[in-house]
Protein backbone atom coordinates (compact mmCIF):
# COMPACT_ATOMS: atom_id res chain seq x y z
CA UNK A 1 0.00 0.00 0.00
CA UNK A 2 2.77 2.24 0.75
CA UNK A 3 3.56 2.54 -2.87
CA UNK A 4 0.59 4.00 -4.21
CA UNK A 5 0.90 6.67 -1.69
CA UNK A 6 4.08 7.32 -3.15
CA UNK A 7 3.24 7.44 -6.06
CA UNK A 8 0.07 10.12 -5.34
CA UNK A 9 2.34 12.07 -3.49
CA UNK A 10 4.93 12.04 -6.39
CA UNK A 11 2.27 12.45 -8.99
CA UNK A 12 1.14 16.03 -6.52
CA UNK A 13 4.26 17.08 -6.58
CA UNK A 14 4.31 17.26 -9.99
CA UNK A 15 0.70 18.80 -10.19
CA UNK A 16 1.74 21.32 -7.89
CA UNK A 17 4.85 22.83 -9.79
CA UNK A 18 2.75 22.45 -12.82
CA UNK A 19 0.99 25.15 -11.34
CA UNK A 20 3.60 27.10 -10.15
CA UNK A 21 5.33 27.22 -13.32
CA UNK A 22 1.85 28.23 -15.51
CA UNK A 23 1.08 31.03 -12.88
CA UNK A 24 4.29 32.60 -12.98
CA UNK A 25 4.36 32.13 -16.82
CA UNK A 26 0.80 33.66 -16.40
CA UNK A 27 1.97 36.52 -14.02
CA UNK A 28 4.81 37.30 -16.50
CA UNK A 29 2.89 37.46 -19.81
CA UNK A 30 0.74 40.07 -18.22
CA UNK A 31 3.52 42.02 -17.13
CA UNK A 32 5.33 41.76 -20.66
CA UNK A 33 1.72 43.01 -21.74
CA UNK A 34 1.42 46.18 -19.98
CA UNK A 35 4.84 47.40 -20.35
CA UNK A 36 4.59 47.08 -23.63
CA UNK A 37 1.65 49.07 -23.83
CA UNK A 38 3.04 51.44 -21.47
CA UNK A 39 6.57 51.45 -23.22
CA UNK A 40 5.95 53.78 -25.35
CA UNK A 41 3.50 56.90 -24.28
CA UNK A 42 2.87 59.63 -26.23
CA UNK A 43 4.37 62.65 -24.75
CA UNK A 44 4.22 66.56 -25.41
CA UNK A 45 7.20 67.48 -27.56
CA UNK A 46 9.49 70.82 -26.24
CA UNK A 47 8.70 74.14 -28.51
CA UNK A 48 11.48 73.55 -30.19
CA UNK A 49 10.50 70.23 -31.86
CA UNK A 50 6.99 71.79 -32.21
CA UNK A 51 8.57 74.58 -34.10
CA UNK A 52 10.45 71.96 -36.46
CA UNK A 53 7.14 69.82 -36.75
CA UNK A 54 4.83 72.75 -37.96
CA UNK A 55 7.61 74.19 -39.99
CA UNK A 56 7.75 70.22 -42.12
CA UNK A 57 4.47 70.87 -42.29
CA UNK A 58 3.48 74.22 -43.36
CA UNK A 59 1.93 74.71 -46.65
CA UNK A 60 1.57 71.53 -47.67
CA UNK A 61 -1.48 68.76 -48.49
CA UNK A 62 -1.74 65.42 -48.60
CA UNK A 63 -4.84 63.14 -50.01
CA UNK A 64 -5.86 59.80 -50.16
CA UNK A 65 -9.24 57.54 -51.43
CA UNK A 66 -10.26 54.10 -50.56
CA UNK A 67 -10.24 52.30 -52.25
CA UNK A 68 -9.47 54.63 -55.10
CA UNK A 69 -9.74 58.15 -56.27
CA UNK A 70 -11.28 56.80 -59.58
CA UNK A 71 -13.50 53.73 -57.93
CA UNK A 72 -17.59 54.37 -58.16
CA UNK A 73 -17.76 54.00 -54.53
CA UNK A 74 -14.94 56.23 -53.00
CA UNK A 75 -13.82 57.64 -49.16
CA UNK A 76 -11.86 60.41 -49.81
CA UNK A 77 -9.71 62.27 -46.74
CA UNK A 78 -7.36 65.74 -47.41
CA UNK A 79 -4.76 66.96 -44.73
CA UNK A 80 -4.01 70.69 -45.22
CA UNK A 81 -1.80 72.24 -43.52
CA UNK A 82 -1.87 75.78 -45.05
CA UNK A 83 -2.79 78.93 -43.21
CA UNK A 84 -6.10 80.12 -44.60
CA UNK A 85 -8.04 83.09 -42.95
CA UNK A 86 -6.14 81.95 -39.68
CA UNK A 87 -6.83 78.50 -39.52
CA UNK A 88 -3.33 76.46 -40.28
CA UNK A 89 -4.80 72.61 -40.11
CA UNK A 90 -7.71 71.27 -41.93
CA UNK A 91 -9.10 67.73 -41.98
CA UNK A 92 -11.53 67.28 -44.76
CA UNK A 93 -13.62 64.05 -45.50
CA UNK A 94 -16.22 63.02 -48.10
CA UNK A 95 -17.87 60.13 -49.19
CA UNK A 96 -19.26 60.07 -53.09
CA UNK A 97 -20.61 57.61 -55.47
CA UNK A 98 -20.06 57.87 -58.93
CA UNK A 99 -20.07 61.84 -59.47
CA UNK A 100 -22.01 62.72 -56.27
CA UNK A 101 -20.70 63.37 -53.11
CA UNK A 102 -23.52 62.24 -50.31
CA UNK A 103 -21.39 63.11 -47.86
CA UNK A 104 -18.66 66.04 -46.74
CA UNK A 105 -17.61 67.42 -43.88
CA UNK A 106 -14.23 69.45 -42.39
CA UNK A 107 -12.77 70.39 -39.16
CA UNK A 108 -10.66 72.78 -39.27
CA UNK A 109 -8.28 74.58 -36.22
CA UNK A 110 -6.35 78.22 -35.79
CA UNK A 111 -3.18 75.45 -34.20
CA UNK A 112 -2.20 71.95 -33.11
CA UNK A 113 -0.26 70.98 -30.64
CA UNK A 114 2.26 67.90 -30.85
CA UNK A 115 3.25 64.93 -29.02
CA UNK A 116 5.71 62.03 -29.63
CA UNK A 117 6.08 58.26 -28.99
CA UNK A 118 8.86 57.07 -30.39
CA UNK A 119 9.09 58.01 -34.34
CA UNK A 120 5.30 58.52 -34.55
CA UNK A 121 3.87 62.25 -33.80
CA UNK A 122 0.36 62.82 -33.11
CA UNK A 123 -1.57 66.54 -33.70
CA UNK A 124 -4.47 67.40 -31.70
CA UNK A 125 -6.42 70.31 -32.81
CA UNK A 126 -6.73 73.21 -30.63
CA UNK A 127 -10.11 74.18 -30.19
CA UNK A 128 -11.47 72.49 -33.55
CA UNK A 129 -14.09 74.05 -35.50
CA UNK A 130 -16.53 71.80 -38.02
CA UNK A 131 -18.54 72.48 -40.55
CA UNK A 132 -20.82 69.63 -42.27
CA UNK A 133 -21.62 70.35 -45.95
CA UNK A 134 -23.42 67.50 -46.94
CA UNK A 135 -26.13 66.45 -46.51
CA UNK A 136 -27.50 68.86 -44.48
CA UNK A 137 -25.19 72.25 -44.00
CA UNK A 138 -24.46 73.43 -40.53
CA UNK A 139 -21.58 74.52 -38.13
CA UNK A 140 -19.87 72.96 -35.22
CA UNK A 141 -22.59 70.24 -35.36
CA UNK A 142 -19.72 67.07 -35.29
CA UNK A 143 -17.62 66.08 -32.33
CA UNK A 144 -14.42 66.71 -32.14
CA UNK A 145 -13.29 65.10 -29.10
CA UNK A 146 -11.05 62.30 -29.34
CA UNK A 147 -9.90 63.29 -32.53
CA UNK A 148 -6.01 63.61 -33.77
CA UNK A 149 -3.54 62.59 -36.98
CA UNK A 150 -0.76 60.22 -36.03
CA UNK A 151 2.52 61.03 -38.74
CA UNK A 152 5.71 58.62 -38.84
CA UNK A 153 8.40 59.18 -40.86
CA UNK A 154 7.51 63.16 -41.04
CA UNK A 155 10.58 64.22 -42.36
CA UNK A 156 10.98 61.74 -45.60
CA UNK A 157 8.81 63.04 -47.99
CA UNK A 158 8.84 59.56 -49.98
CA UNK A 159 7.64 57.68 -46.69
CA UNK A 160 5.66 60.09 -44.54
CA UNK A 161 2.27 57.76 -43.41
CA UNK A 162 -0.75 58.95 -41.85
CA UNK A 163 -2.86 57.39 -39.30
CA UNK A 164 -6.29 59.15 -38.52
CA UNK A 165 -7.59 58.21 -34.53
CA UNK A 166 -11.35 58.62 -34.32
CA UNK A 167 -10.99 57.29 -30.06
CA UNK A 168 -14.42 57.09 -29.95
CA UNK A 169 -15.82 56.29 -33.43
CA UNK A 170 -17.85 59.24 -33.16
CA UNK A 171 -17.36 60.67 -37.23
CA UNK A 172 -19.84 60.51 -39.74
CA UNK A 173 -19.28 58.89 -43.24
CA UNK A 174 -16.73 58.19 -44.92
CA UNK A 175 -15.27 57.25 -41.26
CA UNK A 176 -14.53 55.02 -40.19
CA UNK A 177 -10.93 55.05 -42.82
CA UNK A 178 -7.39 55.07 -43.05
CA UNK A 179 -7.20 54.16 -39.31
CA UNK A 180 -3.87 52.06 -39.69
CA UNK A 181 -0.96 53.57 -41.34
CA UNK A 182 -1.29 54.54 -44.64
CA UNK A 183 0.61 56.59 -47.60
CA UNK A 184 -0.99 59.63 -48.54
CA UNK A 185 -0.08 61.48 -51.74
CA UNK A 186 0.93 65.31 -51.25
CA UNK A 187 -0.45 67.87 -53.40
CA UNK A 188 0.16 71.40 -54.94
CA UNK A 189 -1.55 74.19 -53.89
CA UNK A 190 -2.88 76.60 -55.87
CA UNK A 191 -4.43 79.88 -55.25
Given amino acids: MSKPNHFNQ ?10 TT ?6 LAVISLVYISCGNPLVPVDSEEETRVKS ?3 DRSFRQFDPSRDAAKRKGVILDFFDSEGQIISLWA ?7 AL ?23 TTPRSHHILPNECDNCIETSGISISIRNLFDSRKIQFKLNDEDDILPSP ?3 FKSWTNFNEDEYFD
Fill in 10 to 19: KRLNIERKDI
Fill in 22 to 27: FSLFGV
Fill in 56 to 58: ELK
Fill in 94 to 100: QYAEGET
Fill in 103 to 125: NEWEILANDYRVEKAGSEYRLYF
Fill in 175 to 177: FPV
